[in-house]
């Protein structure tokens, strides 16, 4: 069964702090990983569209990281901003219609 | 920068009444996505439309909600008879249409429905 587990469910940080959020996945076959960033009240804005053949992708603060063998991914956020506290939703795309297939989210909570 | 229209932005109805939704994606794109997201979980496909033909609506509870998009441009997303569980942040997306590309998925803001 194609799915997406993502992990901590929710996570509280400083402001000015790093943290990193997991994406596990079986979905098959794979055709490309994406994570999206939505604010509370309003729809997934596109952070990173990550292929098989690749490792790592940057978008300003938030770097993916995507490990294909393992069928794991991650988000690593740099320097926290309270503007950064939001959902983060791993979502992989699968077979060849690219059936997108979500996780539940990581929520994150900036503090001051 | 273009943008996914989604009109209301709220809704607060009662039981049993009908709703309807509408969504116009960027400009040129062929495809075009409703979900349903309760609070607290990932976004749930409803429907897809690829131009103005239905690819995927498995998921779409027909004995209630139907969706439409007869130019291949805007779509409208109805709910007859609303009921309490159908209380949700219903989500429209676009993206131009690749064979083989990753496809960026653009959301319009959303539109929140309560159901009294």
């Known amino acids: 069964k194609n799915q997406v587990e993502q992990s901590p469910q929710s996570l509280i940080i400083l402001e000015g702090k790093n943290c990193t959020l997991q994406?596990?996945?079986?979905?098959?076959?794979?055709?490309?990983l994406r994570w999206y960033k939505q604010d509370t009240g309003r729809g997934p804005v596109s952070l990173t569209i990550m292929t098989f053949s690749e490792n790592t992708k940057s978008n300003g603060r938030y770097t993916a990281t995507l490990d294909a063998d393992t069928k794991q991914s991650s988000l690593h956020i740099t320097a926290s901003q309270l503007s950064d506290s939001a959902s983060y939703i791993c979502v992989v795309s699968a077979g060849n219609n690219r059936k997108l297939i979500w996780g539940l989210g990581t929520s994150l909570a900036v503090n001051p | 920068e273009a943008e996914v229209a989604q009109s209301p932005r709220y809704k607060i109805t009662e039981k049993s009444q009908a709703v309807a939704f509408w969504c116009d994606p960027i400009s040129g794109h062929a495809t075009l996505y409703w979900y349903r997201q309760i609070l607290g979980q990932g976004p749930e496909l409803l429907v897809q439309?690829?131009?103005?033909?239905?690819?995927?609506d498995s998921q779409l509870p027909k004995d209630r909600f139907s969706a439409e998009r007869l130019k291949g441009v805007d779509s409208t997303l109805k709910i007859q008879p609303a009921e309490l569980g159908d209380s949700a942040m219903y989500l429209c997306?676009?993206?131009?249409?690749?064979?083989?590309?990753?496809?960026?998925?653009?959301f319009g803001e959303g539109s929140r429905l309560t159901v009294l």
């Open positions: 994406c596990n996945y079986t979905v098959s076959p794979f055709s490309n």
């Open positions: 439309f690829q131009d103005e033909s239905v690819v995927d």
């Open positions: 997306a676009s993206r131009k249409t690749a064979a083989r590309g990753t496809g960026e998925l653009f």
